[in-house]
Protein backbone atom coordinates (compact mmCIF):
# COMPACT_ATOMS: atom_id res chain seq x y z
CA UNK A 1 0.00 0.00 0.00
CA UNK A 2 0.83 3.98 -0.53
CA UNK A 3 0.07 6.68 1.80
CA UNK A 4 -0.45 10.13 0.70
CA UNK A 5 -0.10 13.34 2.60
CA UNK A 6 -0.24 16.76 1.12
CA UNK A 7 0.70 20.15 2.57
CA UNK A 8 1.05 23.53 1.69
CA UNK A 9 -2.68 24.77 0.74
CA UNK A 10 -3.91 28.13 2.03
CA UNK A 11 -5.62 31.52 1.13
CA UNK A 12 -3.96 33.54 -1.57
CA UNK A 13 -4.85 36.22 -3.48
CA UNK A 14 -5.81 36.38 -6.83
CA UNK A 15 -2.69 36.06 -8.85
CA UNK A 16 -0.52 35.13 -6.45
CA UNK A 17 1.40 31.69 -5.78
CA UNK A 18 1.23 28.86 -3.79
CA UNK A 19 3.29 25.76 -3.81
CA UNK A 20 1.55 22.23 -2.78
CA UNK A 21 3.71 18.92 -1.46
CA UNK A 22 2.77 15.42 -1.91
CA UNK A 23 4.93 12.59 0.29
CA UNK A 24 4.33 9.28 -0.23
CA UNK A 25 5.47 6.50 1.57
CA UNK A 26 4.64 2.85 1.91
CA UNK A 27 5.42 0.36 -1.37
CA UNK A 28 6.76 3.52 -3.50
CA UNK A 29 8.60 0.93 -5.93
CA UNK A 30 4.85 0.29 -7.11
CA UNK A 31 3.90 4.00 -7.96
CA UNK A 32 3.41 4.07 -12.22
CA UNK A 33 2.49 7.93 -12.05
CA UNK A 34 1.35 10.78 -9.34
CA UNK A 35 -1.11 13.79 -9.65
CA UNK A 36 -3.30 16.49 -8.16
CA UNK A 37 -7.10 16.57 -8.63
CA UNK A 38 -9.05 19.20 -7.69
CA UNK A 39 -12.75 19.73 -5.87
CA UNK A 40 -14.75 22.78 -5.60
CA UNK A 41 -17.89 23.36 -3.23
CA UNK A 42 -20.69 21.60 -5.35
CA UNK A 43 -18.88 19.98 -7.94
CA UNK A 44 -16.95 16.89 -9.23
CA UNK A 45 -13.66 15.96 -8.41
CA UNK A 46 -11.45 17.00 -11.69
CA UNK A 47 -8.58 16.57 -13.07
CA UNK A 48 -5.25 19.18 -12.65
CA UNK A 49 -1.65 17.41 -13.59
CA UNK A 50 -0.38 14.40 -13.61
CA UNK A 51 3.34 13.34 -13.86
CA UNK A 52 4.82 9.87 -14.56
CA UNK A 53 7.55 7.97 -13.14
CA UNK A 54 9.66 9.21 -15.97
CA UNK A 55 8.55 13.15 -15.67
CA UNK A 56 6.21 12.95 -18.47
CA UNK A 57 3.61 15.82 -17.35
CA UNK A 58 0.19 16.21 -18.59
CA UNK A 59 -2.18 19.25 -17.52
CA UNK A 60 -5.71 20.18 -17.46
CA UNK A 61 -6.20 22.57 -20.38
CA UNK A 62 -7.57 25.52 -17.58
CA UNK A 63 -4.18 25.25 -15.85
CA UNK A 64 -1.79 25.11 -18.48
CA UNK A 65 1.20 27.87 -18.46
CA UNK A 66 0.11 28.62 -14.61
CA UNK A 67 0.53 25.50 -12.56
CA UNK A 68 3.76 22.95 -13.02
CA UNK A 69 4.05 19.79 -11.25
CA UNK A 70 7.36 18.35 -10.66
CA UNK A 71 8.63 15.34 -8.48
CA UNK A 72 11.89 14.33 -6.12
CA UNK A 73 12.44 11.00 -6.19
CA UNK A 74 15.30 11.34 -3.20
CA UNK A 75 12.34 12.93 -1.27
CA UNK A 76 9.19 10.95 -2.90
CA UNK A 77 7.71 13.98 -2.79
CA UNK A 78 5.41 15.58 -5.71
CA UNK A 79 4.91 19.12 -6.01
CA UNK A 80 2.42 21.55 -7.76
CA UNK A 81 3.39 25.21 -8.08
CA UNK A 82 0.30 27.14 -8.61
CA UNK A 83 1.08 30.76 -10.06
CA UNK A 84 -1.31 33.33 -10.99
CA UNK A 85 -3.71 31.80 -9.27
CA UNK A 86 -7.52 32.85 -9.70
CA UNK A 87 -10.40 32.28 -7.69
CA UNK A 88 -11.72 29.84 -9.55
CA UNK A 89 -8.94 27.50 -8.78
CA UNK A 90 -10.33 27.43 -5.23
CA UNK A 91 -11.01 24.05 -4.31
CA UNK A 92 -9.70 20.66 -1.80
CA UNK A 93 -6.99 19.50 -3.87
CA UNK A 94 -5.95 15.95 -3.76
CA UNK A 95 -3.08 13.99 -4.43
CA UNK A 96 -3.29 10.91 -6.89
CA UNK A 97 -1.00 7.91 -6.93
CA UNK A 98 -1.35 4.88 -9.46
CA UNK A 99 -0.42 2.29 -8.27
CA UNK A 100 1.00 -0.98 -9.88
CA UNK A 101 -0.26 -4.28 -7.71
CA UNK A 102 -0.79 -7.75 -8.69
CA UNK A 103 -3.56 -8.16 -11.42
CA UNK A 104 -4.47 -3.93 -11.20
CA UNK A 105 -3.55 -0.50 -11.41
CA UNK A 106 -5.42 0.84 -8.37
CA UNK A 107 -5.70 4.27 -7.20
CA UNK A 108 -4.64 5.66 -3.70
CA UNK A 109 -5.33 9.36 -2.57
CA UNK A 110 -4.63 11.70 0.18
CA UNK A 111 -6.70 13.43 2.48
CA UNK A 112 -6.44 16.33 0.22
CA UNK A 113 -5.68 20.54 1.56
CA UNK A 114 -7.35 23.44 1.28
CA UNK A 115 -6.51 26.37 -1.46
CA UNK A 116 -8.25 29.21 -1.93
CA UNK A 117 -7.97 32.17 -4.52
CA UNK A 118 -9.76 35.57 -2.88
CA UNK A 119 -11.25 38.00 -5.59
Known amino acids: QVQLVESGGGLVQAGGSLRLSCAASGNIFSINFMGWYRQAPGKQREFVAT???????NYAESVKGRFTISRDNAKNTVYLQMNSLKPEDTGIYYCNAGVNEPLRLSDYWGQGTQVTGSS
Open 51 to 57: ITSRSST
